[in-house]
């Protein structure tokens, strides 16, 4: 059965830096596009950063520079590493796979930027 795994959430102040990783199953990792998505209590699930089977990348404007999406094909994971977090960070960290119009989510992880 197919399975999406995120890991790596957890606390952080502000100004730190953590490192979220998604073990994706299937075949074809290579080509799948991978994205990352946050959703914060109250708000709806937003976009954070995607990388095409192709090679492209693409970040929200909120997380740009300070964010930087990477996948090791051979191994099937796609990386989110964070630096630089502010408290408006904070949320539910979900990983998707997306392949010819199907999608599948992992079941997330937190991310708390606080002093």
């Known amino acids: 059965q197919a399975q999406i795994v995120e890991s790596g959430g957890g606390l952080v102040q502000p100004g730190g830096s953590l490192r979220l990783s998604c073990a994706a199953s299937?075949?074809?990792?290579?080509?799948?596009?991978m994205s990352w998505h946050r959703q914060a209590p109250g708000n709806q699930r937003e976009l954070v950063a995607i990388?095409?089977?192709?090679?492209?990348?693409d970040y929200a404007d909120s997380v740009r520079g300070r964010f930087r999406i990477s996948r090791d094909n051979a191994k099937n994971t796609v990386f989110l590493q964070m630096n630089s977090l502010k408290p408006e960070d904070t949320a539910v960290y979900y990983c998707?796979?997306?392949?010819?119009?199907?999608?599948?989510w992992g079941q997330g992880t937190q991310v708390t930027v606080s002093s």
């Open positions: 299937g075949r074809i990792f290579s080509a799948y596009t």
């Open positions: 998707k796979r997306s392949f010819k119009g199907n999608d599948m």
């Open positions: 990388s095409t089977g192709g090679g492209r990348t």
